[in-house]
């Protein structure tokens, strides 16, 4: 009953998106009117600064009628209006006014300064992405910035093509010389025109967006993209060489060493990882964020598997407007069990009494921060007037899913793993009192160890990251996702192996406080993603502006967050997996 009411659900608030993507399978006849909508205008190099079509001075078609959006549209920053161009179904057009404006000194001076920022628009002809600029400035023979000419294009040609009775591909070309000069301000009259061009194509409808996501599996940039997992996989190899020839000889000395009769072992001083035997599973301080950070994490890595899954199966395919924020609101909710009862469950074996408090903890450990930085964010985009600012309907809509279905589920959850009694199992019994560590050299500490735990993770998706980062925070488009995800398998690997071998060298050093350690350099690698976001924006991007900044940085640091939580996660629960095996290996008194 349970599963069945979170599939409704999940289907329920997925659906329009999926809906959304079939709407633009439609069979018109000659004449028909084919849907066109504008959707945003703004700077090229500021990806999250978009404004509404109309917030531009352009000549509307009259009465203007908004799309109804899906969740992931709103949430993507689209804002759907009709379009003052008509393209009916194999209806060619020859220079077609589409409206007359006279241009005020104010108007003209908006337009200049969208047309020095590089402004570009989008629209969708039958759910096709139409991109273009809106004017160009004259730089030729100019050395001073004062003296450039600024011009807006007022023609743009469609050229369409079509298979049957379906359509399959749109372009728009700004013709170079029908412009208008802005450069003075001055009043303006415009005559917004327009060309449409038809012509027939073999290409199968099924096949029309092949175009979009054929611009990331070109042969060179595949090269690089092979270049990077054989990259990873080297790392891979020589990690887990190192782990196999030094790490394992070294182990097996030890239960060799440690497996001598009690006669010989009693005339030696007990040393090295066993001497600490009954302080190992000692329970780690702050044990309420402990647990709630590992149920925080697990939660986000269960949400990024079941991610991968939609995206290998073909959800996510170019242009699939807001698909993909939509499955992340949605499977965050619907996964918020698992973070409750992985964190209770966890929290009372390490003999914690107030579940309660703990559950609360685990429910904000990431929605906490994520939400302080929507806020300041969102009221950002309100000043600037950004499609970026949520309508307040979209902003309930998000609570309420919060209230009605993400603390529900982690309260059930956390119920559940309160009564599932599984005990800690520890195969050595811990002393009353713990023992003294000694002093360590600097480079065992903490930081050190975190910065050497975080490097190789990162070496070994860097190449990759560009990639990411061109998608997300420009207008390149990511479709291999099969390659994705061997990158991320192997970042799982390489998280997972040097925590081992770091715990292992930390327990030699009769350092028993390993758990938050283990965690801590098993995340490590978010903050060394957080460092390439330094290195992109300056070296890698044009971005620019108090917006554009706040949203990269703001919203990166969220997503560094969760990376943090959800490979601390992984680090950890394979150095208790290595701890419980050594110790279970050799006979502690």
Known sequence: MKISLLFTLFWIAISPTLVASDASDHRYSEGDPVPLYANKVGPFHNPSETYRYFDLPFCSPGDVKEKKEALGEVLNGDRLVSAPYKLDYKREKDIEVACKSKLTKDQVAQFRAAVKKDYYFQ?????????????????????????????????????????????????????????????????????????????????????????????????????????????????????TG?????????????????????????????????????????????KSLFAAALGSGTQLFTLTVFIFMLALVGVFYPYNRGALFTALVVIYALTSGIAGYTSASFYCQLEGSNWVRNLLLTGCLFCGPLFFTFCFLNTVAIVYKATAALPFGTI????????????????????????????????????KYPREIPQLPWYRSTVPQMAMAGFLPFSAIYIELYYIFASVWGHKIYTIYSILFIVFIILLIVTAFITVALTYFQLTAEDHEWWWRSFLCGGSTGLFIYGYCLYYYYARSDMSGFMQTSFFFGYMACICYGFFLMLGTVGFRAALFFVRHIYRSIKCE
Request: proline share 4%; aromatic share 14%; with cysteine.
């Open 123 to 239: 629209m969708y002809y039958d759910d096709l992405p139409i991109w273009g600029f809106i004017g160009k400035v004259d730089r030729e023979g100019r050395d001073d910035p004062s003296e450039y000419k600024y011009f807006l294009f007022k023609h743009i040609q469609f050229d369409i093509s079509y298979n049957r009775d379906r359509v399959i591909e749109i372009s728009a070309r700004m013709d170079p010389h029908s412009v208008v000069d802005l450069t003075e301000d001055k009043d303006v009259d415009v005559e917004f025109m327009y060309t449409v061009k038809w012509r027939e194509t073999d290409t199968p409808f099924e096949k029309r967006m092949d175009k979009y996501s054929q611009s990331s599996s070109l042969p060179h940039h595949l090269e690089i993209h092979w270049f990077s997992i054989i990259n990873s996989c080297v790392t891979v190899l020589l990690l």
């Open 396 to 431: 309930v809509v998000i609570v309420l899913i919060w209230t009605l279905v993400t603390s529900p589920l982690l309260v059930l959850g956390g119920i559940a793993g309160k009564n599932s009694r599984i005990e800690f199992q520890a195969p050595c019994r811990t002393t």
């Open 242 to 286: 190192f782990l196999a020839t030094i790490l394992m000889r070294v182990l097996k000395n030890d239960f060799m060493k440690y497996a001598q009769d009690e006669e010989a072992a009693d005339d030696q001083e007990e040393t090295g990882w066993k001497y600490i035997h009954g302080d190992i599973f000692r329970f780690p301080k702050h």
